[in-house]
């Protein structure tokens, strides 16, 4: 069975900065591209970043560009978001899963790992 377990969520104070990982297992992971997506608080799911197979291709949400990066390590079988200059509007839980697993096999999506940006 597929299985991404996310981490590295916490509480952190605007313009600081925190690094996601998400542990994926069940699937050929460097075969896949990934992505993230959060959820803020009553708001839908958004899109925020996706990273193709060897990790050289990378796309990024505009509400994102400039502060996150995302990576992988495919030796590993784990995707990170590393989170700089967080501002409240990032609060959210962030999901990360695999093209298409996440469409097509609704439970792979893992539990999430909540960011709280907040003074």
């Known amino acids: 069975q597929v299985q991404l377990v996310e981490s590295g969520g916490g509480l952190v104070q605007p313009g600081g900065s925190l690094r996601l990982s998400c542990a994926a297992s069940?699937?050929?992971?460097?075969?896949?591209?990934m992505y993230w997506v959060r959820q803020a608080p009553g708001k839908g799911l958004e899109w925020v970043s996706s990273?193709?197979?060897?990790?050289?291709?990378?796309y990024y949400a505009d509400s994102v560009k400039g502060r996150f990066t995302i990576s992988r390590d495919n030796a590993k079988n784990t995707l990170y978001l590393q989170m700089n200059s967080l501002q409240p509007e990032d609060t959210a839980v962030y999901y990360c899963?695999?093209?298409?697993?996440?469409?097509?096999?609704?439970?792979?999506w893992g539990q999430g790992t909540q960011v709280t940006v907040s003074s």
């Open positions: 069940g699937f050929t992971f460097s075969s896949y591209w």
């Open positions: 990273i193709n197979t060897g990790g050289g291709t990378t």
């Open positions: 899963n695999a093209v298409p697993i996440g469409v097509l096999r609704w439970s792979s």
